[in-house]
């Protein structure tokens, strides 16, 4: 089965530094990778999303990219505010199983004002 | 809001209590997920149902039994419960399995169980 690789833990920076989390992936069939954010008490809510034909994605401050040959897709968000503290999430599916997908162990990002 | 309400959102139990956690979705999605989130395993997959047939069931032991009457609904019951089960459990739906291409995740904000 896939499998899933989060690093790092934890991340601390200074508010309007950069931050980035990497994820590698067992399973070259996996085409879809979402990533999620969790705020405290509250559930994972999805923030961006890349498949597997395209090797960038952004969305304002935060941006998604892939390496399909390496197996590894990165989250670099810009220009961190106090609100970006949480933790965040990366996951791998496939095309025939894709709401199924497997998890990242997180990364616990703090954002120090 | 999310459009997936969980409840309760807190609950503690003995060990020989019998309760059960509620998910509805209001998405009109037709694919719906229970998960486990502890310390030791941030995001752990349970049991995933698909136009309300079980189409996963992560060897999760028999104290959990999952119910999904229809699309919108999904219930887990409780019996018997170990210590080791307190976690936060999380309730999740997508449109669908499978063939129509992948699709995030929308997830509920979990229910707190505590075992005593």
């Known amino acids: 089965g896939e499998n899933v690789e989060q690093h790092p833990s934890t991340l601390s920076v200074q508010e309007g530094d950069s931050a980035v989390i990497k994820c590698t992936y067992s399973d070259s069939a996996s085409n879809y990778f979402p990533w999620y954010k969790q705020e405290l008490g509250k559930g994972p809510q999805l923030i961006i999303d890349?498949?597997?034909?395209?090797g960038e994605k952004k969305d304002q401050r935060i941006a998604v990219t892939l390496n399909k040959t390496a197996k590894h897709f990165s989250l670099h968000i810009t220009e961190t505010q106090p609100e970006d503290s949480a933790v965040y999430f990366c996951?791998?599916?496939?095309?025939?199983?894709?709401?199924?997908?497997?998890f990242g162990d997180g990364t616990t990002l703090t954002v120090k004002p | 809001e999310t459009g997936v309400t969980q409840t309760p959102r807190h609950l503690v139990m003995g060990m020989t209590n019998k309760k059960s956690l509620k998910c509805e979705q209001h998405l009109g999605h037709n694919a719906m997920y229970w998960y486990k989130q502890s310390a030791k395993k941030p995001l752990e997959l349970m049991f995933v149902?698909?136009?309300?047939?079980?189409?996963e069931n992560n060897s999760v032991p028999s104290r959990f039994s999952p119910e999904c009457p229809n699309s919108s609904h999904l219930f887990l019951h409780l019996h018997t419960l170990q210590p080791e089960d307190s976690a936060l459990y999380l309730c999740?739906?997508?449109?669908?399995?499978?063939?129509?291409?992948?699709?995030?995740?929308?997830f509920g904000d979990g229910t707190r169980l505590s075992i005593l």
């Open positions: 149902y698909n136009f309300k047939e079980q189409t």
């Open positions: 890349i498949r597997s034909n395209v």
């Open positions: 999740a739906s997508s449109p669908t399995i499978g063939f129509r291409g992948n699709q995030p995740q929308h």
């Open positions: 996951a791998a599916s496939q095309g025939t199983n894709a709401g199924k997908s497997t």
